[in-house]
């Protein structure tokens, strides 16, 4: 009588080790632990923090992701991309009147990339206000 086929393991790990538990995370959980250590020794990172709200982002977890990117405001204050960053964050919330607040913000210090914010799914919510293609016209020009 033939022997059983045993099913494949996924990984080639023994099941439960270590290396195993690692073979079977994404990469994005992998960062989101990586990023998260990191921030609990040093809160003030500002590229972890960057990084850190993107893969919440990316993960689904947006209200995680607006106090992330909220404290990164704090933290870089006269940074652009930091609160071009928290405008989108914003805008998926559907907190519109802080997104255009913010938009703004970010363009009064220096963020120009007028035609990735014409295009960026995050401002969906916020392209069609008439405060947008006011902002957009202001800075932009004709």
Known sequence: MP??????PSTPF???SVLGL???RTQLDFELDFYGKIL???PDFAEALRAQACNLTLKGRLQDGLVVDEKLVTVRPTDPTAHYNLACRYALLKQRDKAISTLRRAVELGYRDF???KEDHDLDSIRKDPRFRKLMKEF???
């Open 14 to 16: 023994p099941p439960g």
């Open 40 to 42: 609990a020794a040093v």
């Open 22 to 24: 690692l073979a079977e």
């Open 115 to 117: 035609a990735f914010m």
């Open 3 to 8: 022997h059983p086929k045993r099913p494949t």
């Open 140 to 142: 932009q020009g004709p």
